[in-house]
């Protein structure tokens, strides 16, 4: 049943997870082909707001993906898969799965190209503990986007409102929290009031 | 041989399968042998409920008209040519009952009934022999008009 | 409205292996015991219905009845407020998935994954559903005219409902659940799938609960009819008991008071000397007893299906609108 699921995700989506795929493994290329020519502060400040871009993308992206799970459902009003002979739980489990196995296709793409490029590029260290934690943050934030957005658009009539109020629940809300001026790139991603500005300082320290 | 059944009628609809069933064999429209439509053709043809032709094809039987051959279906029984006759005599006795009472509910008398008969049968072209060709019965009851 | 049981409950027999009227009562296909629901304006009350095996039950009702809200009830969609549902002998409540897995249902609407091919909805639809009989899935889609290369949004109604149907069959179910499943076809495309159910009825001995307007249609296959008003169910019976209990009386004019009747007015109308009455509860032996009352009873009439069904529910209406009043 979760291999059909998967199956069907896929015939839905393939052209989303392709270009998702393309996306995605070209940025940390484009990243190192940017850093290779040596760094000033400047450009260093401008690397880092493009990690930061990149993982506002991921994101956001996974947010998107976990909202549009249900769109088939939302059309028909939720009466053919409701009436399928399957438990609700279950249900939900196995779609749940099943969107998730593309995009974690997506960022284990990301990650991939990361690490190639760590590989074969020299990146300074500080480069914001690149690829380990990053990789670990761009997973982390994008699990959790596509989680929210799921259980959100499940309940909700409009998907785009669920997809919303997750990234401005990831985005907005700590840098207000934090009242941070300035970066807001870094604000909201560092606030400790962000859960990711707390994933990102353990893995920081992991990747140290 | 094409069946056809009436579901407004107030006759039930395993009646109006055994009726018919039994009037083709008293006018030798099938005979000794015949195959009879499985259960489930009939039904989809008719478009009713597979219970009900069950039902008409366990009347038949249990009457002696059909048997059944395991594995094969229904089949028409050899009718001696004294039950035959007295198949039709019923068949006729349904119609003409059928036909008096209507008459009579509108009013009519035996003796206009009678004339009448001797009436149409004198006109009819042949003197019934093309009765064949005629259109189908109406329906069983007409509905009159309130007064 | 109260609930008026036009039958006894039925006895305990074992119901023929082939013709008659199935009246089981013994592990009925399908049994809901005081189903309640309020739905937004809408309540449904108390609704208790059997379907036993084997049977045809064709469930009737004016729009709003609450028809399409049992059905839904029935396979989990909704759940009641209060009441029981059993199908195939499996709790609809505890065991929603398992008892779903014995159904075959066409909803009023059917929605399915629009974005995917008819062929690959068939695909899909298997994996859920262990007895899927893939040989007789390819064959009812050839009786039915499905075109497995068409995507599901660009099917028509008339051809989303022979899909729906495709799909509740091709899984050979010991049930089948019909919302309106001939609703907005041409008669050419109700023939083929009233024909399909009816082939498919005989060969599995499946019981059938199916609502629909198409009275005249129901009649020429049902065995039991239950009768669906304002929420509630107001008659549950055989068909033939149905019909023989429902007539219209010709009587002359001026007869007498209507609270020594041993049957049910449902109405009565003047017509020149006559009044016409449409009665429930009639038996033949009756028109003795109205005799004895005075009563000069001109005529009997039969009715059919659909005119039972109208004089009982516009006697209904009639009675709402007498206490209101």
């Not at chain 3, 049981?5 to 074992?14: C, V």
């Not at chain 3, 069959?169 to 659940?177: D, G, N, Q, T």
Request: with cysteine; aromatic share 8%.
């Amino acid at each position: 049943m979760l291999a059909e699921l998967i199956r069907a995700e896929w015939d839905r989506r393939a052209v989303g997870v392709l270009l998702m795929l393309g996306v995605f493994l070209a940025i940390p290329l484009r990243y190192a082909a940017a850093l290779s020519d040596g760094l000033s502060d400047d450009e260093l400040q401008a690397a880092q707001r493009f990690a930061w871009m990149v993982l506002m993308a991921v994101v956001a992206a996974a947010a998107v993906w976990g909202a549009q799970v249900w769109a088939p459902e939302r059309k028909g009003r939720w009466g053919y898969t409701l009436s399928l002979p399957v438990g609700r739980v279950r249900l939900f489990a196995l779609r749940y799965a099943a969107g998730l196995a593309w995009l974690a296709l997506v960022v284990a793409a990301l990650a991939a190209a990361s690490y190639t490029v760590a590989a074969t590029a020299q990146l300074p260290r500080f480069v914001y503990a690149y690829p380990g934690s990053f990789t670990a943050w761009v997973a982390a934030e994008s699990w959790l986007a596509y989680t929210a957005s799921f259980v959100l658009a499940a309940r909700w009539e409009q998907p785009g409102r669920a997809a919303l109020l997750v990234l401005l629940a990831l985005f907005v809300l700590p840098r207000v929290a934090g009242g941070a001026l300035g970066s807001w790139a870094w604000a909201s991603a560092t606030s400790p009031l962000s859960p990711f500005g707390l994933v990102s300082e353990v893995t920081l320290l992991l990747g140290r | 041989m094409l069946f056809s059944i009436e579901a407004s009628s107030p006759v039930p609809i395993y009646a109006q399968v055994v009726a018919q069933v039994r009037a083709a064999i008293a006018a030798g429209e099938l005979r000794a042998g015949d195959a009879l439509p499985s259960v489930r053709q009939m039904a989809a043809e008719l478009r009713v409920n597979p219970n009900t032709v069950a039902q008409a094809y366990r009347e038949l039987e249990h009457e002696g008209l059909t048997y059944v051959q395991r594995g094969q279906g229904t089949f028409v029984a050899e009718v001696g040519p004294e039950r035959l006759a007295g198949e039709r005599t019923q068949v006729a006795r349904a119609l003409v009952e059928r036909m008096l009472h209507e008459a009579f509910r509108l009013g009519l008398t035996p003796a206009e009934m009678r004339d009448t008969v001797d009436a149409c049968l004198a006109t009819l072209p042949g003197g019934g022999a093309r009765a064949a060709t005629l259109p189908a019965d109406p329906p069983a009851s007409i509905a009159i008009p309130f007064t | 409205m109260d609930r008026i049981s036009l039958s006894d409950p039925p006895t305990p027999e074992a119901a023929p292996a082939r013709g008659g009227v199935p009246t089981s009562a013994a592990a009925p296909a399908l049994r809901t015991r005081g189903l309640s629901r309020r739905l937004g304006g809408f309540s449904l009350r108390d609704v208790s219905l059997t379907v036993p095996v084997g049977a045809v039950y064709g469930l009737l009702g004016p729009n709003g009845a609450g028809k399409t809200t049992t059905l839904r009830l029935v396979m989990g969609l909704l759940r009641p407020d209060a009441g029981e549902v059993e199908v195939a002998g499996i709790d609809g409540l505890r065991h929603g998935a398992e008892a779903r897995g014995k159904v075959g249902y066409v909803p009023e609407r059917p929605a399915l994954p629009d974005w995917m091919t008819v062929g690959r909805a068939m695909r899909h639809h298997a994996v859920f559903y262990p007895g899927w009989d893939a040989a007789y899935a390819a064959e009812l889609a050839r009786r039915l005219g499905v075109d497995p290369a068409r995507r599901v949004r660009q099917l028509s109604k008339g051809e989303t409902a022979r899909l729906a149907l495709l799909l509740a069959l091709a899984h050979r179910p010991p049930v089948l659940l019909l919302d309106e499943p001939t609703d907005g076809l041409d008669a050419v495309a109700r023939r083929t799938l009233t024909e399909l159910l009816l082939e498919y009825v005989s060969d599995s001995g499946a019981s059938v609960l199916v609502s629909s307007h198409l009275v005249h249609e129901l009649e020429r296959f049902a065995d039991w009819v239950g009768v669906m008003d304002g929420g509630r169910l107001v008659a549950e019976t055989p068909l033939e008991r149905f019909r023989g209990s429902i007539k219209r009386l010709r009587v002359a004019a001026g007869a007498t008071a209507e609270g020594s009747l041993p049957f049910h007015l449902l109405s009565r109308e003047p017509r020149g000397r006559e009044e016409v009455w449409a009665v429930r509860g009639w038996e033949p032996a009756m028109a003795d007893a109205l005799a004895a009352r005075g009563v000069e009873l001109r005529e009997v009439v039969d009715l059919d299906l659909e005119d039972c069904y109208v004089e009982l529910i516009r006697g209904d209406a009639r009675k709402e609108a007498a206490h209101a009043g």
